[in-house]
């Protein structure tokens, strides 16, 4: 038997094995970065109720879910896109994505704080609501002595060094939120300089949101920057942690959408109004999940001590600006990424001289320090900068146009540069401070 | 053959350059339909990208170093001396290929990170803590115990077919010990440890969630994939990386083949297992036990964390976990059946297809004299250098739309895909195991056969075939091992939940607190039927040895 004819029959020996996989009949394909515990519960509740349906769950991460959502024909698409980020569902609609469902159980609030809870073109609904805080190990922190914190702010004080733990925007839709967050309620400025000294004190920036709680829950950092379902929802499953919301958060919802293009729409939309039934809502209640229902009704069934956005339990003391973080968005992930992830051990380095410094000279003033201060913790963009028309529309640019591209690269080249050049002078300037 | 030849190339062409065309495209493309070389001025120009380039260079090497101190001592020890449990011994050496490097990683920082059991107890005995897991000597720590079995499963196929009759002349002439090994045996295996190591290169270079699960950023793979999938699919600057990549990665194979094939290292006859196992002095088998439990035990600390996940509840920061539970396993058994016994589908396939394929493409490019034989080794060797990531991405991109005949569906939404993906990229590890086994047999046996009247067909499955069998197994085994524990590849090609394979579930179960336990869980059973397969690999290929002798020796 030759080779060629080996290959030819384990073709059709597979192509025969595969028939079985694709005779479902009306199967409802659901893309989310939520995790197993939360898609797993809806799965289950939903093919009970309604038996002839199967639910198929995709986890991929918002960004490799949109581009899927992309790279397939329309026709054959998948049917739910669920996830946390709202920008990731204006990125799907503007490409025309998404079908216009419109507002769906009339008892949802139509917003939360002065952020509506469902799209008001009516392309995505919002299906849970989601608040950013500070998680931290309660073993960690007894064994490093350490006070729990309340705000963003005590996160810069230097008895947190290497204590604390972030992700990156570019990385994690949720942390770019808590980032927007910072700098809407703090000033560009001033939100900045907290940041980036939040970042100097970090022990590491995680690649994935999910790195953050996870390294928090076993022990390897103390404090972290979170969405609040990963804090409330680690601490229900007996692990030694705590969780608040400072008082500088926003409420934004987690959304739910209807792909346009779909295999099954009908089956579609019939989950999707699954979600937002109270029986839907009430399963975001379950311990392993411990999210926020958008249906205000359900919080009656929850535990004591759960929070509830709608009867100030939470106070959001931010009202999310979502037009001022979508014209900015690029300017700030890439911010974010050239002074704080890929320099983190120079900043690291210049935060410990600075909080070196401050311990000698023992609350003294200095102009050396505060100087050091200065350099160390201010953005690469000023206040004006950034509302700089030209500089906003670059790097919202077509990514293949190499020229812009090329312009790109080199702002954030200068960016990178400067960065570094600040961190290195300031531990000079802190070294000698007197 | 030539049309043997010809079909190969036509299948590399189809599932492997196609896609990679079109991510290379990208890196040269204007975004106007035109070409440019802009895109690669502008990678020279971030500092940023220098930094990673040599970062990576640097682990790569570090890596390779350490890698061989570990594989070595394991391959020689076990291959020639009497020793106690030598395939037990081989068989754990290669159970780190078996973990997603992820989930190595992230068992490793209970054990050995800031707050893992090792520094924990240090802190509590004397005060200070060692920071093994940060950085980028964290990334060379653990890639070193999770790539070692490259160099150890290839070195090993080399040691035991050195004909025993060089190693008996050099001690016939005096030789022993350091000098014996250093003189006569290490050069003679020469072919198996250049194969490994400039493999464990290669991976290090390409790899991407060691680098990522330990949040370092600046090297290439990690930037490759930040770009690719944070500012776009379109960033052209991800595809100038994985161009780089390609080319280094290319040459990186082009040297180490260079470098074997300007010496002979075919023999006559094989010593095989039958190779005289020497007997250690008393102190010897101390130290060589000594070392081989350490290393063991250092190698296996991964594994040791993930069970311990998988049977407790809860672990946060203390030396060993807490409450007891064997909820996780009875969650997997009701959960993620499907997935397992997708694994052993997929990959078992996989590793048939490249072991076919590869034998076939060794013989042609070693045996024939088909004009253009090496671009089909050179076709291979691309592959090797494709992250997974970018493979998956040209997998989407060229494939979408085809449909499947008798109503299979899209191609890119069935399990085939699974097949020809883990296929084409594993190809190059059977490649490399068949080169090396057929390199070692020597010509004159076949031409022995054909004086006497034997065809070509009949020549290469009654000798070559036979000869090549250790180095056909170990091929197998390595390509179905790698592809079960491929990540980055399967998490872009997953298109439904019910026919992921284990790693998929292991990843999605890991993304969560309350599913680390289960995720643990199903690791175990990942390591555990891959240990099982590695060990009947071993045991066949060691019963199928003396047959092979005999057929040699007439």
């Not at chain 1, 008895?159 to 927007?180: C, D, K, N, Q």
């Not at chain 2, 493999?199 to 370092?216: A, C, E, M």
């Not at chain 2, 045991?539 to 002798?549: K, L, S, V």
Request: glycine share 8%; proline share 5%; aromatic share 10%.
């Amino acid at each position: 038997m030759s080779l060629t004819t080996s290959r030819l029959i384990l073709t059709a020996l597979a192509l025969a094995l595969a028939t079985p996989y694709t005779l479902h009949a009306e199967t409802i394909s659901v893309v989310t970065s939520f995790p197993k515990e939360l898609t797993a519960a809806y799965k289950k509740a939903y093919e009970a109720k309604y038996p002839s349906d199967t639910v198929e769950i995709l986890n991929k991460n918002t960004a490799a879910g949109i581009a899927y959502v992309r790279e397939q024909p329309p026709g054959s698409r998948v049917e739910v896109f669920w996830a946390s980020a709202p920008d990731a569902f204006e990125v799907l609609s503007q490409q025309k994505l998404l079908a216009n469902i419109g507002p769906g159980n009339p008892e949802i609030p139509s917003k939360i704080g002065n952020y509506p809870v469902n799209d008001p073109k009516g392309f995505y609904r919002g299906q849970a609501l989601a608040g950013y805080g500070l998680m931290w190990n309660t073993r960690y922190m007894s064994a490093n002595k350490l006070p729990a914190p309340k705000e963003w702010a005590d996160l810069v004080k230097p008895i947190y060094f290497s204590h604390v733990a972030t992700s990156s925007p570019s990385r994690s839709g949720t942390t770019h939120l808590t980032v927007e967050t910072i700098l809407q309620g703090e000033g560009w400025t001033k939100g900045w300089a907290q940041i980036m000294a939040i970042g100097g004190n970090c022990a590491a920036i995680t690649e994935r949101s999910f790195g953050v709680p996870d390294g928090v829950s076993n022990g390897q950092f103390g404090i972290g920057l979170v969405i609040d379902f990963f804090g409330l929802a680690a601490k229900n499953s007996g692990m030694p942690v705590e969780f608040i919301y400072p008082s500088v958060t926003s409420i934004v919802p987690a959304n739910i959408a209807l792909v346009e293009g779909a295999k099954s729409p009908e089956a579609g939309k019939r989950f999707i109004d699954f979600t937002l039934s109270p029986e839907g809502q009430q399963l975001l209640l379950e311990k392993q999940i411990s999210r926020l229902p958008v249906l205000p009704a359900t919080y009656k069934k929850a535990p004591a001590g759960y929070p509830n956005p709608f009867s100030g339990t939470i106070q959001a003391k931010v009202n999310f600006d979502s037009q001022l973080s979508e014209t900015r968005y690029m300017v700030v992930r890439s911010l974010f990424d050239q002074m704080i992830t890929f320099r983190h051990k120079e900043l690291v380095a210049a935060t410990k001289a600075i909080h070196d410094a401050e311990k000698r000279l023992g609350g003294k003033p200095s102009a050396q320090l505060e100087e050091a201060r200065q350099l160390a913790f201010s953005p690469a963009v000023d206040e004006k900068q950034i509302q700089d028309a030209a500089l906003l529309k670059l790097f919202k640019s077509n990514k293949a146009d190499a020229e812009a591209s090329r312009a790109k690269a080199k702002i954030e080249e200068e960016w990178a540069t400067r960065a570094k050049a600040n961190y290195a002078r300031a531990i000079t300037l802190a070294n000698s401070a007197k | 053959m030539i049309a043997i030849a010809l079909a190969i190339a036509i299948f590399l062409a189809v599932f492997l350059i196609s896609p990679v065309i079109s991510v290379v495209y990208t890196a040269f493309s204007d975004g106007h339909g035109g070409l440019t070389l802009s895109h690669f001025f502008a990678f020279f120009e971030i500092s940023l990208m220098r930094e990673s380039f040599a970062n990576s260079l640097f682990v790569a090497g570090m890596t390779v170093l350490g890698a061989t101190l570990i594989a070595i001592p394991l391959a020689y020890l076990t291959m020639r001396f009497q020793f106690r449990g030598a395939v037990l011994i081989q068989t754990l050496g290669v159970l780190p290929l078996v973990m997603p490097a992820f989930v190595g990683a992230a068992a490793m920082q209970l054990i050995f990170g800031r707050s893992g059991a090792v520094n924990l107890i240090l802190m509590d005995l004397f005060g200070f803590s060692i920071p093994i897991m940060e950085g980028l000597s964290g990334i060379i720590f653990v890639e070193t115990l999770h790539y070692f079995p490259f160099i150890l499963l290839n070195l090993s196929a080399s040691l035991a077919t050195i004909d025993s009759s060089m190693e008996e002349a050099g001690q016939n002439l005096g030789a022993s010990g350091w000098r014996l090994f250093r003189k006569i045996i290490f050069p003679l295996a020469l072919p198996g440890y250049i194969a490994g190591a400039s493999l464990v290169f290669i991976k290090v270079f390409d790899d991407l969630g060691t680098p990522l699960v330990l949040n370092v950023t600046n090297m290439l793979a990690p930037q490759a994939y930040l770009r690719v999938t944070s500012i776009g699919l379109e960033d052209p600057i991800g595809y100038v990386i994985c161009v780089i990549l390609v080319l280094f990665s290319i040459a990186a194979m082009g040297g180490s083949w260079w470098f074997v094939k300007r010496r002979d290292y075919a023999l006559i006859s094989r010593g095989g297992a039958q190779a005289p196992k020497r007997t250690l002095s008393s102190w010897q088998t101390v130290m060589a036990y000594g070392w081989i439990i350490g290393v063991l035990m250092l190698v296996l600390s991964p594994h040791l964390g993930i069970l311990l996940m998988s049977l407790f509840k809860v672990w946060s920061f203390s030396v060993l976990p807490e409450q007891f539970t064997l909820a996780h396993y009875i969650t997997i058994f009701s959960d993620a059946k499907q997935m397992i016994w997708n694994t052993i589908l997929y990959c078992g396939l996989a590793a048939v297809i490249d072991v076919v394929l590869g034998a076939a493409i060794a013989y042609i490019v070693i045996r024939t004299t088909i004009p253009g034989r090496q671009i089909l080794d050179h076709l291979v060797t691309v592959a090797l250098a494709m992250p997974g990531l970018v493979l998956g991405i040209g997998y989407l991109r060229t494939f979408r739309g085809i449909e499947l005949p008798f109503g299979g569906g899209a191609l890119t939404a069935s399990w085939l895909i699974f097949v020809l993906a883990y296929s084409v990229r594993r190809l190059p590890y059977a490649l490399r195991s068949c080169m090396a086994a057929l390199t070692q047999v020597h010509p004159a046996l076949e031409e022995a056969a054909e004086n006497v009247g034997a065809s070509r067909w009949r020549i290469i499955r009654k000798i070559v075939l036979p000869l090549m069998t250790g180095g056909l197994l170990a091929g197998f085994v390595t390509s179905f091992i790698t592809a079960a524990a491929e990540i980055s590849e399967t998490i872009l090609l997953t298109s439904k939940e019910s026919m992921a394979p284990m790693s998929y579930g292991i990843y999605l179960y890991f993304q969560s607190i309350a599913g680390r336990g289960p995720g643990a869980a199903l690791s175990v059973i990942a390591i555990t039927l891959v240990a099982l397969g590695t060990y009947l690999s071993h045991r066949i290929a060691a019963t199928a040895t003396p047959h092979q002798n005999v057929g040699a020796r007439t």
